[in-house]
Nanobody
Framework: QVQLVESGGGWVQSGGSLRLFCAAS??????IAWLCRAPGKERRFVAA???????AYTDSVKRRFTISRDNAKNTAYLQMNSLKPGYTAVYYC???????????????WGQGTRVTVSS
C-alpha cells in the first residue's frame, strides 16, 4: 500500500507562487493527481500526470499551474503561479493505477496541505 505525504502549502499574497510536494512511500505510484477542497465547497480536480507523463488540468489553472513528477525520488509536484484568492483550499495528492481513475478522485489520498492566498 502506498502512503502519500503532501507539503509545501502556506500563505501567499495574490500573484505569488507556491510549490507543493507529494512524497510517496510503500510502492511506486502510477497515475497521480492533485485535487482541492475549498471551505464550504466540494472537492475539485486540479491536475493529473500519468505514468507516461501525460498531463491534464482543469481549465482554471491552465498556464498557471504545472504538475510534474520525479520517479527516482517517488515525488510529485504542483507548481502554482499567479495565485489568486479563489485558489485558497486544502490540496490533496491522490494516486491510482490508471489515469482515468485518478482524475476522478483516485484510490489513495494524502492528508492534504493548506494553501491560503490573500488579496
Amino acid at each position: 500500500q502506498v502512503q502519500l505525504v503532501e507539503s509545501g502549502g502556506g500563505w501567499v499574497q495574490s500573484g505569488g507562487s507556491l510549490r507543493l510536494f507529494c512524497a510517496a512511500s510503500g510502492r511506486t505510484f502510477s497515475a497521480i493527481a492533485w485535487l482541492c477542497r475549498a471551505p464550504g465547497k466540494e472537492r475539485r480536480f486540479v491536475a493529473a500526470i500519468g505514468s507516461t507523463y501525460t498531463t491534464a488540468y482543469t481549465d482554471s489553472v491552465k498556464r498557471r499551474f504545472t504538475i510534474s513528477r520525479d520517479n527516482a525520488k517517488n515525488t510529485a509536484y504542483l507548481q502554482m503561479n499567479s495565485l489568486k484568492p479563489g485558489y485558497t483550499a486544502v490540496y490533496y495528492c491522490v494516486t491510482s493505477s490508471t489515469f482515468s481513475t485518478v482524475v476522478k478522485g483516485g484510490d489513495v489520498w494524502g492528508q492534504g496541505t493548506r494553501v491560503t492566498v490573500s488579496s
